[in-house]
């Protein structure tokens, strides 16, 4: 359950490397006054493995969102100010980057044939999500998933429904191959309407999934961003612009390096890494937990069909599937608006 080696230490600029992580006992208050504001990023032990969190918003009384970022290898906590700051305001927002990944792959960097896996992530997040609650008094969180955190926030909440008011997730993955097939078919399909020669032949010599090479997917995801951005809106340039702490040239090489294992981690050498283990149908359709899912319309990795079916055949106290015109896979701020107002319209009224 919660045990000592949890750790928060809160830090002010110190790099990532060179902070300690300290054993803060669980039932230690992270808020003095819920009126607070809350600034806290340091290392959390999950699993036996330090990990990277940061925890920010304006009153430390607001309700968690426990964001779980996608890659998996590709962390938000360098852009998440720039993203979700606004959202500080209702939410006390927290960032973790998950093992193998960022900040966390630099201060506990993994061996090569260390693999990552399902069960670990989900376990490291429930352990994350118990601690959080404890910390900050109160009863549970909100999760939030994208794309391959949709994955581990939909068994998130499957699994452990007790430690989360709700569940909103973006460009939800569902299955594999179902996902795999719908988005060669769709893509096959606006490559071919457009006579576009090298994108075909790009499609040709991957041919349909599943794949085997774990370079087919990065190719094929190329293409697919290719043809997302001829119907919609471009995510503002300065979200991608890290602040200092995640701007350093090491903090830049573990991004990366992490991204490079994480990804390989995610497809496997075979096409047998994580990605084949995909099978959200398999885990059942029963939910306790309410679940809201916020879709690109043109979605050519995670189908907005694929995710329909899925949505429709889901049992939960409250769920609803939210479709944007503009927006693709990949975030930009007309997604991110539609999430602030699922969790102000639909999310808050549960918890209050």
Known sequence: MFKRSIALLAISLLPAWGAAATDIPPVTPACASPEQRVDEQG?????????????????????????IHGGPGNPLSPYADAMFGAWARDFTLVQ??????????????????????IPQLVSDGAELAAY?????????????????????GIHLVHAHPGLFHAYLGSSQEVEIRRNESQSYVQLLARVQAAQDQAALAVLQSVGAPPWTDPRSFGKV????????????????????????????????????????YSFLQFVGLKGDGMASQ?????????????????????????????????????????????????????????MVDAQYRLLRERILPLIR
């Open 96 to 117: 973790w980057d998950q093992r193998g990944s960022g900040m966390s792959y630099g201060r506990s960097r993994p061996g090569e044939d260390e693999p990552l896996t």
């Open 278 to 334: 995909i099978d959200l149908p398999r885990l059942g359709t029963e939910f306790q937990v309410p679940l809201f899912f916020v879709q690109g319309a043109e979605d050519l990795l995670t189908t907005p069909n694929v995710t329909q079916d899925y949505v429709d055949s889901l049992k939960a106290p409250q769920k609803a599937l939210v479709l944007l015109p503009q927006v693709g896979h990949d975030p930009n701020q007309i």
């Open 221 to 260: 995801r190329r293409v697919i961003r290719r043809y997302e951005a001829q119907r919609t809106v471009p995510a503002p340039r300065a979200w991608w612009q890290p602040p200092a702490l995640y701007a350093t040239p090491q903090a830049r090489a573990d991004y990366e390096a992490g991204e490079d």
């Open 43 to 67: 290392f959390v032990k999950l699993g036996g493995v330090e990990q990277w969190v940061t925890v920010k918003g304006d009153r430390c009384g607001n309700p968690l969102v426990l964001f």
């Open 132 to 152: 959080l609650a404890r910390r900050f008094g109160q009863k549970k969180v909100i999760l939030w998933g994208s794309s391959w955190g949709s994955v581990l």
